[in-house]
């Protein structure tokens, strides 16, 4: 669920689409250099994208007795890195702003630094630290996963409270009321985008290994791999 | 049921329960308008905090009802799913198609190296058994 349109004064607007930008551009750089470097990922590409499509089309009832959708960032973001998720996460966006009333072109900037770029990153973050201490494949998915989604309306709860605080108890109170809206509603949701984005990893191992290994997400042994990988980037 | 599709479907139920608890439970019962969205929550707890907001932009376009933005939303789901299962049918038949190239070039090694065995020079048997080798 994004912020609607309008729904930001103009200064956040416009703060928010500023810090967005940057990223997008790196991404769309990131995209080009991927597909020019190899073509044959431009399938996989694709199907991460219609990942997050899928996923943020779903809403889904919560315990909070509200409705909300999964973002399908994750998977993307463990797949093909942070960078290009953030284009495909801005395409979801602009489909939802014009089609469908859902978010908003002034609210653009803020909904793709919440859904395309701090919950891929944070996503990212935790799958690269579990991988580390040698987690098991699927369990740094689901988690990567999870903490994406959740971490998305996370900061859309941040967004809200910086530009609504409450009169009387501030920032705080008014990130505790849209926090209560948003996140915990997410709570469950994200559990589901876990286990969702586990299923088609899954799929992914068993359909498209050479690609998963080209992609540095299986790993043959280990260490090596990791250690030449975080060499050639 | 292989184990592995067992672990597939295992997930998708529990995903199903996911979604479907919150209803059973009756978890929306205390709201006026259960299940709404929380876009919609968020929009109303604005205007609860300041009263005076007014929206300053509105949709380009928006949906003219209920039925035409639940089409949309479907559209968007069926363009995902429909990339997706592309994604994984293309996989599969690859996958197949290899296999059964493999299983066809090996009947024919099997075939090429008995009559092979037969003659005295059997040089298409040690063709084959190379190009064996080099495959494997």
């Keep these: ?233 | 049921m292989s184990r592995n599709t067992k672990v597939n479907v295992l997930l998708l139920l529990v995903v199903a329960a996911l979604a479907v608890l919150p209803l059973a439970l009756g978890l929306g019962d205390h709201k006026e308008e259960p299940f709404t969205g929380a876009d919609g929550e968020a929009e109303t707890a604005i205007t609860e905090i300041e009263p005076d907001y007014e929206p300053w932009f509105s949709p380009l376009y928006e949906p003219p009802s209920g039925e035409i933005e639940s089409g949309l939303f479907s559209l968007q789901a069926a363009l995902g799913a429909g990339v997706l299962a592309y994604y994984f049918g293309l996989r599969r038949g690859r996958r197949q198609g290899e296999q059964r190239a493999r299983e066809r070039d090996a009947e024919g090694a099997a075939g090429d190296a008995e009559s092979g065995a037969g003659d005295a020079e059997s040089v298409s048997g040690d063709a084959s058994e190379e190009s064996m080798a080099e495959r494997s």
């Design chain 1, 1 to 233: 669920m994004h912020i609607a349109e309008g729904f930001l004064p103009p200064a956040h607007a416009i703060a928010w689409g500023v810090a967005s930008a940057p990223f997008v551009v790196h991404g769309v750089r990131s995209l080009t250099r991927e597909v020019r470097e190899h073509p044959e990922s431009t399938l996989l590409l694709g199907a991460s994208g219609a990942f997050t499509f899928v996923l943020s089309a779903l809403k889904l009832p919560s315990v909070t007795g509200s409705c909300s959708h999964p973002t399908g960032t994750g998977l993307g973001a463990i797949l093909f890195r942070p960078p290009i998720m953030a284009v495909l996460g801005t395409i979801t966006l602009l489909f939802q702003a014009l089609l469908l009333a859902h978010g908003g072109l002034t609210t653009l900037g803020a909904n793709v630094f919440s859904m395309a770029i701090a919950g891929p990153w944070a996503g990212y973050g935790i799958y690269r630290l579990l991988r580390r201490y040698d987690v098991p494949l699927m369990v740094t998915v689901f988690f990567g996963a999870f903490v994406a989604d959740l971490v998305t309306y996370c900061v859309t709860s941040v967004q809200l409270a910086l530009a609504f605080p409450d009169p009387s108890s501030g920032f705080l109170g008014a990130l505790g009321k849209f926090g209560s809206i948003f996140a915990v509603t997410q709570i469950p949701l994200a559990v589901s985008e876990g286990l969702l984005t586990v299923l088609v990893m899954r799929l992914l191992v068993q359909s498209s290994k050479g690609e998963l290994t080209r992609l540095g997400v299986l790993l043959s042994g280990r260490r090596n791999r990791t250690e030449t990988e975080a060499v050639a980037r």
